[in-house]
């Protein structure tokens, strides 16, 4: 596990992004290449692996991106969406959320008691237009073993 590390946290990003030699330093394997088009509709190519990803006590296992020395550490929507929390962009925290199913019965009692809920689309949607750009202070990371996997 590394030391906690600091990451901008970026909503507008799919994936997390962690210096190469941080995150190859304590285990983690490139498993394959995908390509990312940068905000400048420009197209790159970069390594990513699995890891496991702490931060103000909560954890998930992620997607992580081997960024260059000149690429930022992110912390993307899909870890933040793994911690099952969202954003307080007036606070710069994180606060707990109930994970979203993808579907559900139609004769629910939150539909018998004519609740209107957001969709999962809905409520996706809403997390991703939160683009804060505050640092995350303690990341702690963790590689990931693969079983019987080179």
Same mark, same amino acid.
């Given at each position: 596990?590394?030391?906690? #590390?600091?990451?901008? /946290?970026?909503?507008?990003?799919?994936?997390?992004? !962690? =210096?190469? *030699?941080? $995150?190859?330093? #304590?285990?983690?394997?490139?498993?394959?290449?995908?390509? %990312?088009?940068? +905000?400048?509709?420009?197209?790159? *190519?970069?390594? /990513?692996?699995?890891? $496991?990803?702490?931060?103000?006590?909560?954890?998930?296992?992620?997607?992580?991106?081997?960024?260059?020395?000149?690429?930022?550490?992110? !912390? &993307?929507?899909?870890? $933040?969406?793994? %911690?099952?929390?969202? /954003?307080?962009?007036?606070?710069?925290?994180?606060?707990?959320?109930?994970? !979203?199913?993808?579907?559900?019965? *139609?004769?629910?009692?939150?539909?018998?008691?004519?609740?209107?809920?957001?969709?999962?689309?809905?409520?996706? +949607?809403?997390?991703?237009?939160?683009? /804060?750009?505050?640092?995350?202070?303690?990341?702690? $990371?963790?590689?990931?073993? =693969? *079983? &019987?996997?080179?």
């Amino acid at each position: 596990m590394t030391p906690p #590390i600091d990451v901008l /946290v970026d909503t507008g990003a799919e994936l997390t992004w !962690l =210096h190469a *030699e941080l $995150i190859e330093r #304590i285990g983690i394997q490139p498993r394959r290449k995908r390509t %990312f088009q940068t +905000a400048t509709k420009q197209l790159i *190519e970069r390594d /990513v692996g699995y890891a $496991i990803l702490r931060a103000e006590g909560y954890e998930t296992t992620e997607e992580v991106v081997f960024a260059l020395p000149t690429d930022l550490s992110l !912390l &993307g929507v899909r870890t $933040i969406e793994g %911690f099952g929390v969202t /954003v307080d962009n007036l606070a710069h925290r994180f606060v707990a959320t109930t994970t !979203l199913v993808a579907t559900a019965r *139609e004769d629910t009692p939150a539909r018998r008691m004519n609740q209107e809920r957001p969709s999962a689309r809905q409520a996706i +949607a809403r997390l991703r237009q939160l683009r /804060v750009g505050s640092r995350l202070k303690g990341l702690k $990371i963790k590689a990931l073993r =693969h *079983e &019987g996997r080179p």
